[in-house]
């Protein structure tokens, strides 16, 4: 849009592809197609709206923004909706501030609106943040000719555990429907009814189960969606609003942290159009209770000679833990960091390792891995930035393949990136995988529905042969990769041999960038900060005597002192520890029921002489620990994490910070105990010096080249290949204590085709037993379009614990009995 001056416009050529126009006696150039509204915004002239938002398509449901219009010097006979007429050339629009005709026109519809609305804005959760209260002093009249009674309701509707609504508040500004149709992609929520008594619900046997249904309660321009975990919870000006990030994945998304005394009561949305836009899935906004569950751990614990942890002293814990590590160097140091951690406190992880420890073993990665991986993210991920791969050129890109991903379940908001594309400008997202899942249908290019029905998008591979149908791609899926494609890949290619190798070599076939979409918030930032065997921070080498001395002069540490031996990862770590070659443990964010074998990380964590475990909740290292110290949650420390494009997501604390302390001080005054200085006694000191070291120079090492396994095959009639990932909500430690929040999870099914629940005995809706020599799990079945002889279950939902009860991963051989 060109702003023209008044004084001789008509001299102005006017710009290709833009239209000429005035606006409240202003004359404007405007792009072809562009909405009168949003010429109007660019202007700083405010049309009241409710309907309207610029995310979703126009509707001119509500009507509100009506502004007089003429064409040709004749004005048109009735105001126009200015959310759904486009600009045309010599159009003269006037709003209310210049036009008593469209002010009437607004003030009239305004009345409308306020017919049936109760008057519960003194105890309405919208109530002081209300765009109907606002608008209705600012465009409405001072009475009411309608004195009739108002129409009522039983409130408030459930239509999920999570969302509440009050029906005679509803303005039918479709905001919600639409919403759930476009972006979400599950339309569960509808208008009902016609005329007057036409209202918004859902059907009887489909209730509102959404991962993105908390939008529709912040796009809500009135209170009729409310949230039932902060319903009747405070006022919006008894709350201190703080900038955030969320912690729940990889996807950067920015959001408000709103609290209240100390507490933190609810969560929205940010507005960021270059990362989450203004959308949040529900386990970012209402997974946040942690905070203050009951086993949060806000004190230092010493495990006595009686065997029992009981609380201390920060002095007399750090001491003991210093103790205990110090008589250990001799006989090596593990250390294990975890993904929950932010940029700077991975970093103290990595320098803590170096310095205290004298070692490179330690290792983020808290799930199943490889050392193709490794290689893998030295060569494509570590330094890379949004200047190499970003959510905008996601959006732009022909096409997509995702690999070992489940966008919708692990990544939501490139999901919801991924949707936008395929339904906005026609991308085509391909999916390796096992299923025709709800991520599939939703990102197909049949626009025409919201879950159309998706079959030319998924590439099935039986699970364990994933890199060898990668390396024999049907051509259409190569050719629309081909000069501008997109290859996201999801950290359970770890698990499948050979396929981060194929992943590099179709790459370079197709000259397709390469995206890395870990599941967890901090595995991004911990790559670069060094948490890893085989490189320094910057993805600087440890076998690199030139980096190492570069890294040495940035921490001040003599020539040679660092380390020239590649570490363990953390499964040769814990081998190491239960073998008795390592005498100590300091342990993150780590959960082994996460880990390919927990059986075995359990039994090393046992066995290991001396475990020192950094935690904010009890788990199941805290158990066995000699010492535990208490960390500071994201909303009581500042920091920064790396989402998966490279994009820095700084945030600051939004409670008190006083008493708890964030990982990279604890392990800093460790460190001194120890007699080593790491100077990250605050994420700032951490993140400067991190800075100052910057990335590698050079060239990035060379891609993996390992070849493609083979996958398990039944050997016998009750076999069956194991395909499983997590659910986005699900029993996360970060989700305790949400009970709305798990009210929409989606079931724990064990699914498998029609063929294979014929030939094992299975009956659709009743219950399978999938077992392995370490237990068994019994869900109900459900059929889905996989390849024959495998079964899919859920990761961590419900009864389906796949590591802890099964000790299987994705590709094993599992028995599957009726």
């Known amino acids: 849009m060109t702003l023209t001056q008044d004084t001789g416009a008509e001299a102005t050529p006017v710009p290709e592809g833009h239209v000429r126009l005035t606006i409240d006696d202003r004359v404007i150039d405007a792009p072809q197609g562009e909405l009168i509204i949003r010429t109007c915004e660019r202007l700083g002239i405010i049309v009241p709206r409710f309907c309207d938002h610029p995310l979703l398509d126009p509707a001119g449901a509500c009507r509100q923004c009506l ?37 009437k026109a607004q003030q009239g519809v305004m009345e409308l609106l306020l017919i049936n609305h109760p008057l519960d804005c003194p105890i309405c959760d919208k109530g002081g943040e209300c765009p109907l209260q606002n608008q209705a002093m600012t465009n409405g009249r001072t009475d009411s000719r309608f004195v009739e009674s108002k129409r009522t309701f039983p409130k408030p509707l459930p239509i999920s555990s999570q969302v509440l609504l009050d029906r005679e508040r509803c303005i039918l500004c479709q905001r919600c429907t639409r919403f759930s149709e476009e972006i979400g992609g599950d339309p569960f929520i509808d208008l009902l009814e016609r005329g007057s008594n036409q209202q918004v619900g859902v059907a009887d046997d489909k209730p509102f ?185 996601l959006e732009a890109a022909p096409a997509v393949l995702c690999v070992a991903l489940e966008p919708e379940e692990e990544a939501p908001i490139v999901f919801l990136r991924l949707r936008k594309a395929a339904r906005k400008h026609g991308q085509q997202v391909f999916h390796l995988g096992q299923w025709t ?14 879950a159309p029905a998706a079959k030319d998008n998924l590439i099935p591979a039986v699970p364990g042969a994933e890199a060898a149908v990668l390396a024999d791609l049907p051509a259409p899926v190569v050719e629309a990769l081909t000069g501008g494609g997109v290859i996201l890949v999801g950290e359970r290619a770890a698990e499948v041999p050979g396929l981060y190798s194929a992943v590099s070599m179709l790459a370079a076939r197709t000259g397709s960038a390469v995206g890395w979409v870990p599941r967890r918030a901090g595995d991004r930032g911990a790559l670069d900060a060094g948490a890893v065997p085989n490189l320094l921070p910057g993805g600087r080498p440890v076998t690199d005597a030139a980096a190492r001395a570069e890294v040495e002069g940035v921490w001040g540490l003599a020539a040679g002192t660092l380390p020239s031996t590649p570490g363990r990862d953390t499964d040769e770590i814990l081998a190491a520890a239960a073998d008795g070659e390592l005498a100590a443990l300091v342990v993150g964010g780590l959960d082994p029921y996460d880990l390919a074998d927990p059986a075995a990380a359990i039994t090393a964590l046992r066995e290991v002489g001396f475990l020192v475990s950094l935690e904010l909740h009890t788990s199941a290292v805290t158990e066995l620990a000699d010492v535990v110290l208490p960390v500071a949650p994201d909303a009581q420390r500042a920091g920064s994490y790396l989402n998966w494009e490279g994009r820095r997501r700084a945030f600051g604390p939004a409670l008190d910070a006083s008493g708890v302390l964030p990982d990279c001080r604890v392990l800093d005054t460790l460190a001194v105990e120890m007699d080593a200085d790491l100077f990250t006694q605050t994420p700032a000191a951490a993140a400067g010096e991190l800075e100052r070291l910057g990335p590698r120079s050079g060239a990035a090492p060379a891609a993996p080249t390992v070849a493609a396994g083979s996958p398990s095959r039944p050997s016998s009639p009750g076999q069956a290949v194991l395909a499983t990932w997590r659910q986005l909500i699900d029993h996360a430690s970060l989700a305790v204590d949400e009970p709305a929040l798990a009210g929409t999870a989606r079931p724990a099914l064990a699914r498998v085709n029609p063929a294979t629940a014929e030939r094992l005995g299975l009956v659709e809706g009743e219950q399978a037993t999938v077992r392995t020599p370490r237990g068994a799990i019994t869900l109900p079945v459900a059929c889905a379009d996989l390849p024959d002889g495998v079964v899919w279950l859920p990761g961590n939902s419900g009864d389906s614990r796949v590591r802890a009860l099964l000790g299987a991963g994705h590709g094993d051989l599992v028995e599957v009995t009726a």
């Open 67 to 103: 502004v007089e219009v003429e064409m040709g010097g004749r004005p048109m006979p009735k105001p126009q909706a200015s959310c759904t007429m486009t600009v045309a050339d010599g159009m003269v629009v006037r709003t209310q501030h210049t036009s008593p005709v469209a002010d």
């Open 209 to 393: 189960q959404s991962y993105f249904s908390g939008n529709t309660i912040q796009i809500c321009p009135v209170g009729a969606l409310t949230s039932a975990a902060y319903r009747f919870r405070s006022r919006p000006f008894d709350l201190v609003s703080t900038p955030g990030v969320s912690e729940h994945d990889s996807g950067g998304a920015a959001i408000r942290v709103d609290t209240r005394r100390g507490t933190v009561l609810r969560r929205l949305a940010g507005n960021d159009p270059e990362v989450n836009e203004e959308w949040l899935d529900d386990r970012a906004r209402f997974a946040f209770r942690y905070l203050s569950s009951a086993g949060r751990i806000t004190r230092p614990m010493v495990r006595g000679a009686d065997g029992v942890l009981a609380e201390t002293s920060w002095t007399e814990a750090l001491a003991v833990a210093a103790q205990g590590l110090t008589a250990a160097r001799t006989g090596g140091i593990g250390v294990l960091a975890g993904g929950r951690l932010t940029v700077e406190d991975a970093y103290s992880y990595a320098k803590f390792a170096r310095v205290a420890a004298g070692t490179n073993d330690v290792d983020f990665r808290a799930r199943p891995h490889s050392a193709e991986e490794l290689d893998f993210l030295a060569a494509h991920v570590v330094g890379q930035g949004p200047e190499t791969l970003s959510y905008t050129r």
């Open 437 to 450: 899942t709800p991520a599939v249908e939703r990102t197909s290019r049949s626009t025409g529905a919201a």
